[in-house]
Every structure is written in C-alpha cells, then in structure tokens.
C-alpha cells in the first residue's frame, strides 16, 4: 500500500513538473454550441414544463443507469423547480420500490415517500463499473461537474455577461454527438464515438432516439429537444435554488448600490474642507476648531 | 494606541470603567482621533476591506462548521446538503467560497499598493513582515479550506501539495506520511486539515492586531512617500478614515455580490462537483486562481527540490523587500525608473497567473521561465541597483504642499 501510493504521487508529480498533463496531450473537442436557457442571466427562471419534461426523459430513459443520490421526491414539488404539486410528487414516489427494513429487523421493498431519495439503479458503484466499463456518473450535481475550456478573452468577457451555462450546453451537445468515427479513428471494443467528449470514445451507448418518449404538452418528440429538456432538469437538480438566488442578488445589488450612493455623498461632505482649495490650507488643526 | 488620548468619557458608566480598563480610550486614539495623512486615496481602503472580509470568513466559515462534516465518505455530500437543504446553506457556502478569492484579490491589491507607495521602507519593516507573514497564513488557510469540500480537484490538490514535501532530501518522504498522517491522502488528512482550518483564521486575527498595532506606532505612509509634520498634514480617524473605508467596503460588496449571486461557481472548479475518488487522476489539476502566479514558478523549473525552493522563495522575498530596495525615497511617484519596473512587475505577475493554469507544454513553459527570472531579478537585482543609479524627483516639503500643488 504504501509503495503504491508512493508511486501514485511521484506519478502525480512528474506529470505536473514535466510538463506531460494528461488532458493537454489530446487535441481539444469542439466547443458545445450555446444554446439560449430560460434560466441564464440575471432574472433567468426554470421553466417548469421544461423541466417535467427533462424529469419524464430522466426517468424513462437515463435512470436505468444514473442514479440521482442527492435528490429526493419532495424535491419534485419545488415550486421553482418542476413544480409539481405535492399529490403529484407523492404518486411519482410511490411508484418506486425503497428498500427498507421492517419492524421486525427483516429487509423489505416497500412504496417510495416524499422523503425517499431516488433509489439507483446499481447497488454499488462497482456493479456499475462492471456493466458498462466505467460507472454512469451520478446526476445530482452533474451539470456543474461538466464544462469546456472557455479560453482567452472569453472568460473575462463571461464574468460580465454571467455566462454560466456550460454544463448544460455540454451535455446537451454530447448527447447528439454521436457519430461514425473518422477513418483511421481506433475505437476500442465497448466503446462509442462522441464528437463532444473528450478524447471521443465514451462507454455511454447513444441513450436517445426520436419519438422515445411521449411529450403530452406538444413539444417536439425529437433527440434535440430529449437534450435539452434532460439537460435543463439536471440544471436544476445540480443549482435547486438558482431562482431565489438570481432575485435575492437582484435585490441585494440594488441595496448595495443606493447604499453606495448615499456613502459617496456623505463622504464628499464630510471631506468638504479638506478638499475645497481655498480651505485646504487647514488638515486636522482646522477639523479640529471646526468640529 | 499611539500618542496621548485625549478621550473623555460622557457617561457615568464609561467614566467608571476607564479608571478601571481604559478600553473607550483605547478605541478613541486608535479609531477616533488617530491622525491619518490627509492626501490617502483609495488604495487606501484595501486594509479596512480586508479586516471586514476576515471577519464575513469568520462568520461565514463558523456556521458552515455547524453543518459541515470533515469524515471522507460524508465531507463532499455534507457540503451538498449544505447547499440544498440548510436555510440559505447555499447563501452562506458561496459567500464562503467566494469570500476567500475576493480576500486575496484585496491582499494583493493592498500588497501592490505597499509596494507602489514603497510602504516597506524603514520605519515600517516590522508592519511589512507582519503582512508578509498574514499572506502565508491565509495561503495555508485557503488551501486547507478548499480541501475540506472534498471533491476531485481538492482531493487532488491536497495531495500534489503536500507532495511537495517530499523534495526535501533525506526526509521528505517522512514529512510527507507525517502530514497525511498515513500512507496517503484521506481521512486522517481530511480531520487535520478541518482542524487547522478553523484555527488558522483566529491566527490570523491575532497577527492582524499586532499589524494594526505596528500601523499605529509608526502610522501611516501615504503617495508622498514623506512624514507628516504638523497637524496641517493630516485629518482624524473618524470621522474621514471612516467614512471613506466604509464608502469602499460597500463597493466591494457590489463586486463581492456580483460573483455570488450571478457567477457563483465562476472561480470553483468543475471537478470540485465530483467526489474525490482516490483511484482517478483527473486530467488537469489547477489550484484556486490566488495561488496560480507560485504553481507556475514552481512549474518553470525542471528540477522538483529547486522548483519547491523557488515557489517558497517567491513568497518569503517579500519579507526582504525593506533591505532589498535601496532607495532612500519611498513612493514612486517620484521614482521615473522604479514606476515603470513595478508596472512590469505587476504584468509579470499576472502573466504568471495565467501560465499557471496552462498546461506546463512548448511555449508556455519558455515563457513561465522567462517572467520567473523577472520575478526574482525585479527583487535581487533591480531593486538594489535603481537606489544607486536612479535619478529621483525632488519631493514636496509637506503633504500639504503636496495636495495643494506646491511641490
Ligand atoms: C481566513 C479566513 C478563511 C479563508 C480564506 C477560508 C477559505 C476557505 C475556502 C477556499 C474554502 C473552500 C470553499 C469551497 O470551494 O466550497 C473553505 C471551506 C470551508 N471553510 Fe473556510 N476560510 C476561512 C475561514 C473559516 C473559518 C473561520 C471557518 C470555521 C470556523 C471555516 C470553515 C469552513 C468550512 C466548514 C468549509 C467547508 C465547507 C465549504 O466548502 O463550503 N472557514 N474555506
């Protein structure tokens, strides 16, 4: 053990001080386009349809191998978030299975609670690993786990526009980024190319087609739209409380400024005589007779 | 705390207890009619921001302590639940997290100020090495923290940092168990650093008395660079100071706001939303941006032993920096030569910032070596030259003169 992990941070430090990051080797993916989300900038909102939506696709489709540990199915019933109401959260949460024990110590499968966290899909992250090679991400705070190098000048430029949404702008782009490898492309046996991910090949089989899941609200049964709906969901399960925060700030900033204001008023008052030229002859003696 | 006050207590109580502990006469001459050059300017105000943003960390840090729990397998899903379920858990942890980068961001600005202005020099050395040694310990400080949440890119960091230990020779690979407290990163490392933590801003508070102590002896520099004379030269504490720190505190809560509210997870790194997992490297690992200027020094030099010299180095010249610099005038205003090296040097250091978080490849590392050797050469050779060979402008007779144009 300890030669092991003596060899891992020597490992570790070579590749920093050499010069040989792992990431850098590879040529960089291509930038995610940006989508528009109801949710960015200053007074961005989820928009609830979308997000019941993006939870229909999570369930049908993405909760077969991504679990959701850090949510529960009260959360369903966020009135920012999904908004759904608490009758309709608790059906939801019935209709899954939590294991438990019972009274009498002996383990049991009974019907979800609004307290439940989702259960996952494998019992343990190894079970995971050795279905698909690599164990499916947990999705709680995936959307800001996930990213892409924004370069120089755009990260100072973001600081100003708020730009913020790179986690769902990359996973809605690497959801349709399935493709034929280009010629020459060696794709390991279990492996998938994805234009997106870095590096290319990724264990995730394409999860979604057109017309999988049925929409009741009109919305277009389409790959595009799957993307963007699951990706606005999982926004939300990563930042629940992105919508009190935008207006709370709003507010606060607003204060601060008036605040501001009133300071800087106060304070060429107050320094009135000091700064005036014909007065400025006086420094603290004048201050002094004058106060 | 300097001069004799002149303070007399109006209530009957206070009369009492200042012939008991003259503590309202302590806080009058420090705070009250404590004389300040008149001609401060803003820069000026970095010191009031940053005791203000000690005390938001203190705060902000002692409730998240209330919530947080520092055991590898539930430190990273305890700060999540901060985020979701606490009252306004997420509140406090982004003020939390984005409170240490604007606190460096007003140390650094405060550090450039002093050395703009040529704060360092005799009679202030002491002041200055207090400072220096408040910049170690919220360096210390921050990186403790940032372990504390738990995820890949803090799990990662603490181990390539305390690995650094290791270049010492003969030792180093006992050091390096010593702080792990076992045979690598983990548990034990996690509850140490918890600890340290939350001791290691109360350490800091205690330095910043002493900072603020050693200000009031020797008082304060200001852009003349010259001493006050006569009571012309300066104004009292309160209510100018005062109000004028107050004013700029408020300025910085609107930046401040502006990362918190807007662009929280802006300076946090994506893979701080991953949990650590020992058995995966992630493809780059970057410190926090305040320390990015030292990670690329450090990288800039091939052998590991000199490379961990260098980066150390780069923080504790400061301390030298009032012997370093011969210069008999203080602020470079009329120093033509030294305002234009400082400027380079400013460039040099963001240049270096952002090296840090490239990877260290081609170009990038010639170009990291270059700002190194400026970096060090601004300090060892630089300085000590320009005070025999620059040719400084003459300096107005007061600071009054000064402000009123009679230089
Ligand atoms: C000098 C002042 C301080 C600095 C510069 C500082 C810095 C930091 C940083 C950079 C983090 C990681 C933030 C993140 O990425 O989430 C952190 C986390 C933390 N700090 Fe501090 N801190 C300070 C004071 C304190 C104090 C006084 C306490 C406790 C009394 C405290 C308790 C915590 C806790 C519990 C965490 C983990 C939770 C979290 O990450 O939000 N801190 N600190």
Known sequence: ?291 | MSGHSTYRPQSKFMQWLEKRLPIGGLVHSSFVAYPTPRNLNYWWTFGGILAFMLAVQIVTGIVLAMHYTPQADMAFNSVESIMRDVNYGWLIRYVHANGASMFFLAAYIHLFRGMYYGSYKEPREVLWILGVILLLLMIATGFMGYVLVWGQMSFWAATVITNLFSAIPGVGSTIVTWLWGGYAVGNPTLNRFFSLHYLLPFVIAGVVVLHIWALHVVGQNNPAGIEPKSDRDTVPFTPYATIKDTFMIVVFCIVFAWFVFYIPNYLLHPDNYIPANPAQTPPEIVPEWYYLPFYAILRSIPNKLLGVCALFASIVILAFLPWLDTSPVRSARYRPLYRQFFWLFVATAIGLGYLGSRPPEGVYVVISRILTVYYFAFFLIILPLLGIFEKTRPLPNSIADSVLGKA
Request: proline fraction near 9%; aromatic fraction near 12%.
């Open chain 1, 1 to 291: 053990m300890k030669a092991k992990s003596t060899i891992r941070a020597v490992f570790v430090f070579g590749a920093l001080a050499a010069g040989t990051a792992v990431a850098a080797a590879q040529e960089e993916p291509p930038t995610p386009p940006r989508l528009s989300w109801s949710f960015s900038g200053p007074f961005g909102k989820y928009d609830q349809a979308q997000l019941q939506r993006g939870f229909k696709v999570y369930r049908e489709v993405c909760s077969t191998c991504h679990s959701l540990n850090l949510l529960a199915f009260r959360d369903l019933a966020d009135p920012y978030g999904p908004g759904f109401s608490e009758a309709q959260a608790q059906q939801i949460a019935s209709e899954y299975k939590i294991k438990d024990i019972d009274d009498k110590g002996q383990p049991i499968e009974r019907p979800g609670r609004l307290a439940d966290h989702f259960p996952p899909p494998f019992p343990n992250e190894a079970a995971a690993k050795a279905t698909y090679g690599v164990a499916p991400p947990d999705m709680s705070t995936l959307a800001k786990a996930r990213g892409y190098r924004r370069g120089f000048p755009w990260f100072i430029v973001d600081i100003f526009t708020q730009y913020q949404e790179e986690g769902p702008d990359y996973i809605a782009a690497y959801l349709q980024g399935y493709r034929e490898p280009p010629k020459g492309f060696e794709l390991p046996a279990g492996g998938h190319y994805n234009e997106y991910f870095p590096g290319h090949n990724t264990a995730m089989p394409p999860p979604l087609q057109d017309g999988q899941v049925a929409y009741d609200d009109g919305s277009p049964q389409t790959v595009q739209q799957y993307a963007k709906d699951i990706a606005a969901f999982l926004m939300w399960a990563a930042e629940p409380h992105l919508v009190a925060r935008k207006r709370i700030g709003f507010q606060v900033l607003i204060y601060l400024i008036v605040l501001a204001g009133l300071l800087y008023f106060t304070k060429k008052r107050v320094w009135h005589a000091v700064e005036a030229p014909h007065e400025s002859a006086s420094g603290q003696a004048a201050t002094k007779a004058g106060a």
